[in-house]
């Protein structure tokens, strides 16, 4: 919440505590915002190099299976896949016997 915006509620009548809470809010969500993004990055980047380390995955190839797998990702971000699809996939991940502990 920027000056002209606590200016604006204060002239509204808003009281102080509800001001701050509302900046302290903003704050929260920013920081919550900014770390979910690094999150993104972090695992995006962590499994190109494990991909290209472990397998020997490189160029075109790491470039697509990096490509496919950010197009999941974003398929569920923007609704094209749903919590019931994540926990059919998730159910079909584990039974190959792969699960995150």
């Known amino acids: 919440m920027n000056r002209q915006e606590r200016r604006r509620l204060q002239r509204q009548g808003a009281s102080e505590d509800y001001i701050e809470k509302r900046r302290k809010d903003d704050v929260y969500n920013e920081g919550?915002?900014?770390?979910?993004l690094k999150a993104i990055e972090i695992t995006f980047y962590l499994t190109a190099y494990t991909?290209?380390?472990k397998i020997d995955l490189?160029?075109?190839d790491l470039s697509e299976a990096m490509y496919w797998i950010?197009?999941?990702i974003d398929a569920f971000r923007t609704g094209h896949l749903t919590a019931e699809d994540f926990n059919t996939i998730k159910k079909e991940i584990e039974d190959m016997g792969v699960r995150l502990k």
């Open 58 to 60: 490189k160029g075109h």
């Open 51 to 53: 991909l290209n380390y």
């Open 32 to 36: 919550y915002k900014e770390g979910m």
């Open 70 to 72: 950010y197009n999941n």
